[in-house]
């Protein structure tokens, strides 16, 4: 398959190529050039419908992994109309398959995440205005650009499965400690850029719907997140646990 | 009170300032120059102190977020002017009326949110949007988006109006029937009702009404939820 990358040499989209050149065509797409890729690359800026729509061309599928949190007149640009521009690329080129990515706040953000439990993806998007009280429109300008790949998909014959992450942790640097906790929603970014694989491997007309959302968890306990879904349609097995982070420290 | 009202260039915005002037103080802003007697800021509602500085002593702001007409800018395509400034320019402008302590906005959204349904269905505000991805209906979608987030999570009231196509009574006579039509002083007085006192006792943070025009015809009377609840009357008729 021929797979698009967007944001393919920032945080997550590394892990994402390396997880899916043994089974796949890439073409890497971002701002910044990648030190070293044995793949084409290709400049292209989210905000850019005319760099989208041509990257896209002769594709069979879209990985979205761009993404900008702080700036807010950039993370606009990338994340709201960038999601713009890569639907309308989609449906140009007659791409059926979309993988789109972002934060759980995207759906659960501070009305949820501060008060419920047991949260599953098929709810309606409260992302809040900004991620953690500040001026910061990370989580509501991705869940803008999610909504119009749902607007997209409820108005042309093509799939997104939006997969949803927090705490992506680099296992070989895990930035936590033993018995101190985590945010209930943790990921390692190899397992994260497993999902995407995942996600370009699952057939479309099992999917219950055109747009759906999957949360990206390793499994947890806490009983806030489940990756269920995620399990049951995608085939997802988290392998970094990290469950060292949850259990109390034994006294010496 | 003290009303910001935004997209001054349209002929609604001067419509409700002309008739809100009569017993407030009103500010036009827009992203181009107009020509009026009332108090107008130049805004491109980006997110600079400036547009603190806009909303800043306001009471009230109506959000109309329209563009001007035949408005364009070399950076991007209409598309995505419209599509960015129905929404980041809608959360600058939100956050800013969230800083300075602005109670209430009204923002101004389309009935083409509904267009999908076949006629025959009575769709009011029980049903969901279902926007089509012309960008003026998905942009009007993702800015309601924007304004119920603010409206969830800040403290700030905010009331969306939803209508059709915008004309005079006068302009419109003898062509064909068309039931979007929305008489402008009926529109204006529907913006009034949704500042006014009578929902201050709904103390709801988010507030949809469908405006629509009398049809003295209909078995169940249009825009039932705006008349019952805000005291929406409307007075012209495009037909008897």
Same mark, same amino acid.
């Given at each position: 398959?021929?797979?698009?990358?967007?944001?393919?040499?920032?945080?997550?989209?590394?892990?994402?190529?390396?997880?899916?050149?043994?089974?796949?065509?890439?073409?890497?797409?971002?701002?910044?050039?990648?030190?070293?890729?044995?793949?084409?690359?290709?400049?292209?800026?989210?905000?850019?419908?005319?760099?989208?729509?041509?990257?896209?061309?002769?594709?069979?599928?879209?990985?979205?992994?761009?993404?900008?949190?702080?700036?807010?007149?950039?993370?606009?640009?990338?994340?709201?109309?960038?999601?713009?521009?890569?639907?309308?690329?989609?449906?140009?080129?007659?791409?059926?398959?979309?993988?789109?990515?972002?934060?759980?706040?995207?759906?659960?953000?501070?009305?949820?995440?501060?008060?419920?439990?047991?949260?599953?993806?098929?709810?309606?998007?409260?992302?809040?205005?900004?991620?953690?009280?500040?001026?910061?429109?990370?989580?509501?300008?991705?869940?803008?650009?999610?909504?119009?790949?749902?607007?997209?998909?409820?108005?042309?014959?093509?799939?997104?499965?939006?997969?949803?992450?927090?705490?992506?942790?680099?296992?070989?640097?895990?930035?936590?400690?033993?018995?101190?906790?985590?945010?209930?929603?943790?990921?390692?970014?190899?397992?994260?850029?497993?999902?995407?694989?995942?996600?370009?491997?699952?057939?479309?007309?099992?999917?219950?719907?055109?747009?759906?959302?999957?949360?990206?968890?390793?499994?947890?306990?806490?009983?806030?997140?489940?990756?269920?879904?995620?399990?049951?349609?995608?085939?997802?097995?988290?392998?970094?646990?990290?469950?060292?982070?949850?259990?109390?420290?034994?006294?010496? | 009170?003290?009303?910001? +009202?935004? @997209?001054?260039?349209? %002929? &609604?915005?001067?419509?409700?300032?002309?008739? !809100?002037?009569?017993?407030?103080?009103? #500010?036009?802003?827009?992203?181009?120059?107009?020509?009026?007697?009332?108090?107008?800021?130049?805004?491109?509602?980006?997110?600079?102190?400036?547009?603190?500085?806009?909303?800043?002593?306001?009471?009230?702001?109506?959000?109309?977020?329209?563009?001007?007409?035949?408005?364009?800018?070399?950076?991007?395509?209409?598309?995505?002017?419209?599509?960015?400034?129905?929404?980041?320019?809608?959360?600058?402008?939100?956050?800013?009326?969230?800083?300075?302590?602005?109670?209430?906005? +009204?923002? @101004?959204?389309?009935? %083409? &949110?509904?267009?999908?349904?076949?006629?025959? !269905?009575?769709?009011?505000?029980?049903? #969901?949007?279902?926007?089509?991805?012309?960008?003026?209906?998905?942009?009007?979608?993702?800015?309601?988006?924007?304004?119920?987030?603010?409206?969830?999570?800040?403290?700030?009231?905010?009331?969306?109006?939803?209508?059709?196509?915008?004309?005079?009574?006068?302009?419109?006579?003898?062509?064909?029937?068309?039931?979007?039509?929305?008489?402008?002083?009926?529109?204006?007085?529907?913006?009034?009702?949704?500042?006014?006192?009578?929902?201050?006792?709904?103390?709801?943070?988010?507030?949809?009404?469908?405006?629509?025009?009398?049809?003295?015809?209909?078995?169940?009377?249009?825009?039932?939820?705006?008349?019952?609840?805000?005291?929406?009357?409307?007075?012209?008729?495009?037909?008897?």
């Amino acid at each position: 398959m021929n797979v698009l990358i967007l944001g393919g040499t920032g945080n997550l989209g590394p892990f994402v190529v390396n997880a899916l050149e043994p089974y796949h065509t890439l073409r890497v797409t971002d701002v910044n050039p990648p030190e070293d890729t044995a793949h084409e690359f290709r400049y292209v800026d989210m905000a850019s419908m005319t760099q989208v729509v041509e990257a896209a061309e002769g594709m069979d599928a879209i990985v979205n992994c761009s993404v900008l949190r702080e700036h807010r007149k950039i993370a606009f640009d990338v994340n709201t109309l960038g999601s713009y521009h890569m639907m309308s690329a989609a449906v140009t080129h007659g791409i059926k398959r979309v993988i789109n990515t972002g934060p759980h706040a995207i759906l659960t953000g501070p009305t949820y995440d501060h008060i419920d439990f047991m949260l599953t993806e098929d709810i309606p998007p409260h992302s809040g205005v900004d991620l953690v009280g500040g001026d910061n429109p990370y989580s509501i300008s991705k869940s803008l650009g999610q909504e119009i790949c749902k607007v997209f998909t409820e108005n042309y014959d093509v799939h997104v499965m939006c997969l949803l992450f927090c705490g992506l942790k680099n296992p070989e640097h895990p930035r936590f400690f033993p018995g101190r906790d985590v945010t209930p929603f943790v990921v390692s970014v190899r397992d994260a850029a497993e999902a995407c694989r995942l996600g370009l491997n699952v057939d479309l007309k099992s999917l219950p719907s055109k747009n759906e959302v999957f949360y990206i968890t390793t499994d947890i306990p806490h009983g806030k997140f489940s990756n269920a879904k995620a399990k049951r349609i995608l085939g997802f097995a988290p392998k970094d646990r990290f469950e060292v982070v949850w259990h109390k420290v034994a006294d010496n | 009170m003290n009303i910001l +009202v935004t @997209g001054a260039a349209s %002929e &609604l915005a001067h419509a409700l300032a002309s008739h !809100l002037s009569e017993d407030h103080q009103i #500010r036009l802003t827009d992203i181009v120059d107009i020509k009026t007697d009332l108090e107008f800021v130049r805004c491109d509602l980006g997110h600079d102190e400036t547009t603190n500085e806009l909303v800043r002593g306001m009471d009230n702001i109506i959000h109309l977020a329209e563009l001007p007409p035949d408005y364009s800018d070399d950076s991007l395509d209409s598309d995505n002017l419209t599509i960015d400034f129905l929404t980041r320019c809608t959360y600058n402008l939100l956050w800013a009326a969230v800083e300075e302590n602005v109670k209430k906005a +009204v923002y @101004g959204s389309t009935l %083409e &949110l509904f267009d999908k349904y076949d006629d025959d !269905l009575t769709v009011n505000e029980n049903w #969901r949007p279902l926007p089509s991805t012309d960008p003026y209906v998905l942009g009007k979608h993702l800015g309601e988006f924007t304004c119920k987030e603010f409206a969830r999570t800040s403290q700030i009231q905010i009331t969306c109006l939803r209508y059709g196509e915008i004309v005079r009574v006068e302009d419109v006579k003898g062509q064909p029937y068309d039931p979007a039509w929305i008489e402008i002083r009926d529109l204006v007085h529907a913006f009034e009702c949704a500042l006014g006192e009578k929902q201050a006792g709904l103390n709801r943070e988010w507030s949809v009404f469908h405006i629509e025009a009398d049809a003295p015809d209909a078995d169940y009377p249009p825009a039932r939820r705006a008349r019952g609840t805000i005291g929406y009357s409307p007075k012209y008729r495009f037909r008897e």
